[in-house]
């Protein structure tokens, strides 16, 4: 089965410092790669996605992430932090199971951004 | 185009009662997903529907949890009795077939006393 991995429950940042928000995948077979941000008392909301395209996946918001198969990581990156990106984000790969897919999440990381 | 709808926002129940969560997905998506998302937690699937077939049921507590997505479209999601432990937040996603993104709905928080 497969399965990502969320380095760090909490990640904390000055506004305008960079943003790394870290995820390892186990797969497989080639996999499809998501990353969903997460506001108070919200749904999650897509941020990117890889589909075995280019490796470098630009989003919304100015956030990035690099496949690299090499080290099975999907890692999220922004260049400078805004107050608005606190959030939780999520990392997701998804399954085919049967022809139908199945999205499987992290724990998550929550982004802390500090003036 | 219209999202996810899910209601009730927030519901507050003691434990044995019943309760039960609606979603309207987003026309057209054949897809419709439940997650649970306990608190600190990612979610996790619990049902998956395809038009008003399901697809993967592995996760759902059968005991207790039912759902059904009647005419393909909306769906309700039950769980009967309630446990403590059944205080999370229940998501509503829809997407359309393949591997296409999941677009989620706001959620239903349940908090079970």
């Known amino acids: 089965a497969q399965s990502v991995t969320q380095l760090g429950s909490h990640v904390s940042v000055s506004e305008g410092a960079l943003v790394l928000l870290r995820c390892n995948y186990s797969?497989?077979?080639?996999?499809?790669l998501f990353w969903y941000v997460q506001y108070p008392n919200q749904g999650l909301q897509l941020l990117l996605k890889?589909?075995?395209?280019?490796?470098l996946v630009k989003g919304i918001n100015g956030f990035e992430a690099e496949f690299k198969k090499s080290e099975t990581s999907f890692h999220l990156t922004k260049p400078s932090a805004h107050m608005s990106d606190a959030a939780e984000y999520f990392c997701?790969?998804?399954?085919?199971?049967?022809?139908?897919?199945?999205?499987?999440f992290g724990t998550g990381t929550r982004l802390l951004v500090s003036p | 185009e219209a999202g996810v709808a899910q209601s009730p926002r927030y519901k507050i129940i003691e434990k044995r009662q019943s309760v039960a969560f609606w979603c309207n997905p987003i026309?057209?998506?054949?897809?419709l997903y439940w997650y649970q998302q306990i608190l600190g937690q990612g979610p996790k699937l619990l049902i998956q529907?395809?038009?008003?077939?399901?697809?993967?049921d592995s996760q759902l507590p059968k005991d207790r949890f039912s759902a059904e997505r009647l005419k393909g479209v909306d769906s309700t999601l039950k769980i009967q009795p309630a446990k403590l432990e059944d205080s999370a937040v229940y998501l509503c996603?829809?997407?359309?077939?393949?591997?296409?993104?999941?677009?989620f709905g706001n959620g239903t928080r349940l908090t079970v006393t």
């Open positions: 996603a829809s997407s359309l077939v393949g591997r296409s993104p999941l677009h």
């Open positions: 797969s497989s077979v080639p996999p499809y």
């Open positions: 997701a790969v998804s399954e085919l199971n049967t022809g139908f897919q199945k999205l499987v």
């Open positions: 890889y589909t075995s395209a280019a490796t």
């Open positions: 026309s057209g998506h054949a897809t």
């Open positions: 529907f395809q038009n008003n077939g399901v697809v993967d």
